[in-house]
């Protein structure tokens, strides 16, 4: 495999993680800007008689969605290590899912793709991590992403005693 070849999955995992870190400063710390879009999404969500889902206590709250970026990053940053690339494949997976979500959301509610009127760079943001975690899943890391999920299906397999989880 070229230098190049091996270098592009960590090159993007820390493009990723790097996105991920950033925003938890916003998320974590309650910061206006978190505000203004979790608000929106709430009361979007509040009109479809879903209140609170968004919320500080909601079950997509920005703590709850930061707490997945975070695991996010950290499982793609402890998957540059030669021996840990299925971690690298999952936090990819938790890339996508947590991304596909944001970007749908400003797609397709009333948050729309600026919600704090700065250039739309969180929606770019959000799309670039979006295509990448594709990128790693679909190509880079499809092998090991196999590899973790038949690991993590082994947990719940069953044994001669019951399962193992």
């Excluded at 596909?100 to 959000?126: E, K, M, Q, R, W």
């Excluded at 038949?150 to 989880?165: E, K, N, S, V, W």
Aim: glycine share 10%; with cysteine; aromatic share 12%.
């Amino acid at each position: 495999m070229s230098f190049v070849r091996k270098l592009t999955p960590h090159v993007l995992a820390g493009f990723m993680a790097v996105i991920f870190l950033d925003s938890l400063r916003f998320k974590f710390t309650d910061h206006p800007k978190t505000q203004v879009i979790f608000g929106a999404l709430n009361a979007w969500a509040g009109s479809l008689g879903l209140e609170g889902l968004f919320g500080h206590t909601g079950l997509f709250s920005q703590y709850v969605i930061g707490s997945i970026e975070l695991l996010a990053a950290a499982l793609l940053i402890a998957g540059m290590a030669p021996r840990m690339q299925r971690l690298q494949a999952a936090g990819s997976l938790a890339a996508f899912l947590v991304m596909a979500g944001a970007v749908s959301f400003h797609l397709f509610t009333p948050l729309g793709i600026d919600p704090n009127h700065d250039g739309a760079g969180l929606f770019a943001a959000a799309c670039a991590n979006l295509a990448f975690s594709l990128v790693m899943i679909l190509g880079l890391r499809r092998r090991e992403l196999a590899q973790f999920a038949q690991a993590f299906a082994a947990l719940f397999a069953p044994t001669a005693h019951g399962y193992r989880a």
